[in-house]
């Protein structure tokens, strides 16, 4: 799902660098706000020397076999770094496999960065309480971060499935009438279907086991409960 | 980190420079002169739209690369694999876009207008990926890292970048170690892997097993990160850092190497702009 270099014209490139900028600077003002926007960096960029390599792994799908995106658990777990660790992958992806390019790196952060944005807003809303160790006596409910989990994965994957075909369909003058364009879109967003479930349930696999070995992986959800009072010792 | 060939992951993760200290004109350039330059002919060259314009296109990258002396296997190397994809995906175009008809055989109809869009794209596509090539194989990483950084990219951005570059052989080989690992315990995905007299387990099952693979490479480097920020730290990590200019001030043959270029980019804009008009 990554555009090669030269297939698009340079006003589209351009373009995608103008808004990865923007979402880039977004990010980085998210990062800065924090009290020690510098001690968070290693972490991130090791996670994310860490999901380029666990992106190699390639998954049976009968009859073929497929190679995970993993952007929307990218977006899961780093939250506000998502989009740079993003853009640092696809960097490296281009260096090393030639898969993508330099002039449409701008575009490709688009496509892969902006549904790991929202995968991390869908995860960030979950219910309270239902990540990490039990907040104020709730106890966690694997169920309800499974499903946003799940969630998170599948959209991860299908929203950057429709932008590169949206895209690629939308700039290169295939001379299709609009109908056929829309149907071959839907007809691929289709083919699409079972990765999306199979992201989906790996971004779910890898949560609850995070959850059950590391919680502190996991980004707090948004809303949380109020602390409740400390229990008093009787004497 | 430089890490050379023979200790690389067996399977091709490689983002070394090995030709990075030749000494021609193109290693000799300033680094961020030549990021400048080189990305604004890239562009230059994206912008092309006029079949006329690719052979000229070819024939500058083609300088470039010749004068950067960089070995042709190098270039050889890098266009297989992107090339493969480019080439289904244009293969298409002159049998489906177009109205002037070149050839029919049957149902199969050429179109004029196809075949100059596939061969424009092709032309860009080898042209940008040989800059490309000049760009990043003619310094080592680190040196373009730190032209970006003194350039304005955000320190956090080259932090992160130099940090990821910095591990990513390291997770890369503790990933096929834990997979290995898997493999002879009768685990994973690969039947090569697996005894004869492992069970053959469902499909479900499996996946599990994958994902707590990742699972465990992600507590893992994240357990790695908290060691690295202390030692970052005591190396006064966390103190406040202006962008630094790069150490190596530029000559003047650096600088009319961008004029030159620069130019070039100039005559590629107006030229296509005027064949397009």
Redesign the interface.
């Known amino acids: 799902m990554h555009i090669?270099?030269?297939?698009?014209?340079?006003q589209v490139?351009?373009g995608g660098y103008g808004i990865t900028g923007l979402l880039?600077h977004q990010s980085?003002r998210r990062?800065?706000r924090r009290p020690?926007?510098?001690?968070e960096?290693?972490?991130?960029?090791?996670?994310?020397?860490?999901?380029?390599?666990?992106s190699?792994?390639?998954?049976?799908l009968p009859p073929t076999s497929v190679h995970l995106v993993l952007n929307g658990l990218v977006g899961v777990?780093l939250a506000d770094?998502a989009f740079?660790?993003i853009?640092?992958g696809l960097?490296?992806q281009?260096?090393?496999?030639?898969?993508g390019?330099?002039?449409t790196l701008g575009i490709n952060g688009v496509i892969m960065g902006v549904p790991a944005l929202l995968a991390s807003g869908i995860f960030r809303y979950r219910p309270a309480g239902v990540a990490r160790e039990p907040i104020a006596g709730s106890q966690p409910r694997p169920f309800t971060l499974g499903l946003f989990a799940f969630c998170a994965g599948a959209v991860g994957v299908g929203l950057s499935a429709l932008f590169f075909f949206g895209i690629v369909l939308a700039t290169?003058?295939?001379?299709?009438a609009t109908h056929t364009e829309r149907r071959i879109l839907y007809g691929l967003l289709l083919a699409h279907g079972p990765l999306m479930v199979l992201e989906g349930?790996?971004t779910l696999?890898?949560v609850l086991?995070?959850h059950r070995?590391?919680p502190s992986?996991l980004p707090p959800p948004a809303r949380r409960v109020a602390p409740a009072a400390p229990l008093q010792e009787t004497p | 980190m430089t890490r050379s060939p023979c200790h690389s992951p067996s399977?091709g993760?490689?983002?070394a420079t090995p030709h990075a200290h030749l000494n021609s004109p193109l290693h000799r350039w300033d680094p961020s002169h030549k990021i400048l330059g080189i990305?604004a002919l890239?562009?230059a060259f994206?912008?092309v739209?006029d079949l006329r314009l690719v052979p000229p296109m070819m024939a500058i990258s083609a300088t470039y690369y010749g004068l950067s002396q960089l070995p042709l296997s190098l270039w050889w190397q890098?266009?297989r694999?992107?090339g493969l994809?480019?080439g289904g995906?244009v293969f298409l175009?002159p049998w489906?876009?177009?109205?002037t008809v070149v050839a029919q055989w049957g149902s199969l109809t050429l179109y004029q207008?196809g075949l100059t869009?596939a061969l424009v794209?092709?032309?860009?596509?080898?042209?940008?990926?040989t800059l490309?090539l000049v760009?990043?194989g003619t310094s080592p990483f680190l040196t373009t890292v730190k032209a970006l950084r003194s350039l304005g990219l955000?320190s956090?951005?080259a932090?992160?970048?130099?940090?990821?570059?910095r591990?990513?052989y390291d997770?890369?080989a503790m990933?096929h170690t834990m997979q290995q690992a898997m493999g002879l315990r009768g685990y994973g995905?690969r039947s090569s892997h697996l005894p004869q007299e492992s069970p053959i387990q469902p499909?479900g099952q499996r996946?599990?097993q994958?994902?707590?693979?990742?699972?465990t490479?992600?507590?893992?480097?994240?357990e790695?990160?908290?060691r690295?920020?202390q030692a970052?730290g005591l190396r006064g990590?966390?103190l406040p850092q202006a962008p630094r200019p790069f150490p190596i001030p530029p000559t003047p043959s650096h600088s009319l190497g961008l004029i030159l270029t620069l130019a070039i980019v100039l005559i590629f804009v107006i030229t296509d702009w005027i064949l397009v008009q």
């Open positions: 090669a270099d030269g297939l698009l014209p340079a490139c351009l880039l980085l990062i800065d020690n926007p510098k001690a960096v290693p972490k991130a960029s090791l996670l994310t020397a860490a999901f380029f390599v666990a190699s792994l390639y998954i049976p777990i770094y740079p660790a853009l640092i960097l490296f281009a260096l090393v496999f030639g898969h390019g330099l002039t290169l003058p295939l001379d299709m349930i790996f696999l890898v086991f995070l070995v590391k992986l | 399977h993760l490689d983002l990305l890239i562009f994206a912008l739209q890098r266009l694999y992107p994809f480019m995906v175009l489906v876009s177009g109205s207008e869009l794209i092709v032309g860009r596509f080898i042209s940008i990926l490309g760009l990043l955000p956090i951005l932090d992160m970048i130099l940090l990821t570059y591990y990513l997770l890369d990933f995905w499909w996946l599990q994958l994902a707590n693979l990742a699972g490479l992600l507590i893992r480097s994240y790695q990160s908290d690295v920020y970052m990590y966390s």
